[in-house]
T-cell receptor, first 113, second 115 residues
């Protein structure tokens, strides 16, 4: 199994600012993803983080708002740009292999004032 | 299109009762994976099970069991002799084996187990 850590675990930010969330996996993994979980809701996939190339975004999510990097097989970052209160959510990093389990980090709880 | 439906929004049971959480999925893929995750009040997602679409055998793990039926596109989860610590939100999820291997989640079922 993979152990996933995220930093920060929570943050309170002002409207219009940006926050970068880091995700570190303790082993090399094929796939890394970023999800958003709004209060009381299910998980929504934001994008697939591709190593060394641009992330693949889901409908409704754009690179300008959620730039993602993945410089190697164990690390990825998600930036939430120009934040508004509607961006208040838990952001989860996920990782795994194609034919294996998919694990999740503990999440970053973001509150935008 | 892929879809996961968990029709039960909330279930409330008394400790020691058995409870079944329903999951129905839609996919045009012939190969895929199904998952169940538990999200306790602390918020972390706990992996419970992964099932390959080729493997329709039911699985039992302690008080947990899963019933996978391809004919009805269902992957139901039963907790036997429920305990207060089982109180959580449970998510069923579907991952395709092509096109990016994305996992989509159902809306979740919130289970309350009362002492």
């Amino acid at each position: 199994s993979a152990v996933i850590s995220q930093k920060p675990s929570r943050d309170i930010c002002q409207r219009g600012t940006s926050l970068t969330i880091q995700c570190q996996v303790d082993s090399q993994v094929t796939m890394m993803f970023w999800y958003r979980q709004q209060p009381g809701q299910s998980l929504t996939l934001i994008a697939t983080a591709n190593q060394g190339s641009e992330a693949t975004y889901e409908s409704g999510f754009v690179i300008d708002k959620f730039p993602i990097s993945r410089p190697n097989l164990t690390f990825s970052t998600l930036t939430v740009s120009n934040m508004s209160p509607e961006d208040s959510s838990i952001y989860l990093c996920s990782a795994g292999a194609i034919d294996n389990e998919q694990f999740f980090g503990p999440g970053t709880r973001l509150t935008v004032l | 299109a892929q879809k996961v439906t968990q029709a039960q929004t909330e279930i409330s049971v008394v400790e020691k009762e058995d409870v079944t959480l329903d999951c129905v999925y839609e996919t045009r893929d012939t190969t895929y994976y199904l998952f169940w995750y538990k999200q306790p009040p602390s918020g972390e997602l706990v992996f419970l099970i992964r099932r390959n679409s080729f493997d329709e055998q039911n699985e039992i793990s302690g008080r947990y069991s899963w019933n996978f039926q391809k004919s009805t596109s269902s992957f139901n989860f039963t907790i036997t002799a429920s305990q207060v610590v089982d109180s959580a939100v449970y998510f069923c999820a579907l991952r395709r084996n092509t096109g990016g291997f994305k996992t989509i989640f159902g809306a979740g079922t919130r289970l309350f187990v009362k002492a």
